[in-house]
């Protein structure tokens, strides 16, 4: 479930900002290693399903728009969700294994 909203959340967020206000959340239940690490995952590939995801997605795609390369939102959607579908079941078995 920590990983599921890691990568949710992070869309609207961006990953730093989603970590560091969600970590002080998660130490006041069982400060596992599961669930420490969890939110790092998530929020990691988070970053490949949206230009959203993070920082420095938005920062590349506004430097290619500059030097007329346009990656719309769509495109970015499709190959991300190939790449972050695969690392999401990754870290699941991964930290499941824990």
Same mark, same amino acid.
């Given at each position: 479930?920590?990983? /599921?909203?890691? #990568?949710? *959340?992070?869309? @609207?967020?961006?990953?730093?900002?989603? #970590? /560091? %206000?969600?970590?002080? *959340? %998660?130490?006041?239940?069982? =400060?596992?290693?599961?669930?420490?690490? $969890? =939110? +790092? +995952?998530?929020?990691?590939?988070?970053?490949?399903?949206?230009?959203?995801? /993070?920082?420095?997605? #938005?920062?590349?795609?506004?430097?290619?728009? !500059? !030097?007329?390369? $346009?990656?719309? @939102?769509?495109? @970015? %959607?499709?190959?991300? +969700?190939?790449?972050? /579908?695969?690392? %999401? *079941?990754?870290?699941?078995? @991964?930290? +499941?294994?824990?």
């Amino acid at each position: 479930m920590i990983l /599921a909203t890691s #990568v949710l *959340l992070s869309q @609207f967020i961006s990953n730093v900002p989603f #970590v /560091a %206000l969600y970590l002080p *959340l %998660l130490s006041h239940l069982d =400060p596992s290693v599961e669930r420490m690490m $969890a =939110p +790092a +995952a998530g929020s990691t590939i988070a970053g490949n399903l949206t230009i959203l995801g /993070a920082a420095s997605n #938005v920062i590349i795609v506004q430097n290619g728009e !500059r !030097r007329g390369t $346009a990656i719309t @939102f769509s495109d @970015f %959607l499709k190959a991300g +969700a190939l790449l972050t /579908a695969p690392n %999401l *079941l990754i870290y699941w078995i @991964f930290l +499941a294994v824990l």
